[in-house]
């Protein structure tokens, strides 16, 4: 009997060690996804002005020729 507790203290400290190195992991995983939903919604911001910027560029240098629906088909 007290070769079998001994078995679940050890397998209790090998699965707490698992366990703590899991824990950890996902704290990293969670930080790296608060990042990248800053930078999306850093990209969301400022993505109507750099479409902006483009199509008045191509209004610019194809004049009469621009067609914005070829812009929108993608």
């Known amino acids: 009997m007290e070769s079998s507790l001994e ?3 050890q397998q209790e400290k090998k699965y ?3 366990l703590d190195m899991a824990l ?3 704290a990293e995983l ?3 996804v608060a990042d ?3 930078l999306d919604t850093t990209r969301h ?3 109507p002005v750099k479409e902006y910027e483009t199509v008045r560029r191509l209004q610019t240098a194809y ?3 621009f067609d914005y629906r070829m ?3 993608n």
């Open 30 to 32: 969670q930080q790296q």
């Open 63 to 65: 004049r009469k020729k």
């Open 24 to 26: 950890a992991q996902y």
């Open 7 to 9: 078995t679940l203290n």
């Open 36 to 38: 990248m939903d800053t």
């Open 71 to 73: 812009l929108a088909q």
């Open 16 to 18: 707490t060690v698992e």
């Open 45 to 47: 911001a400022i993505r």
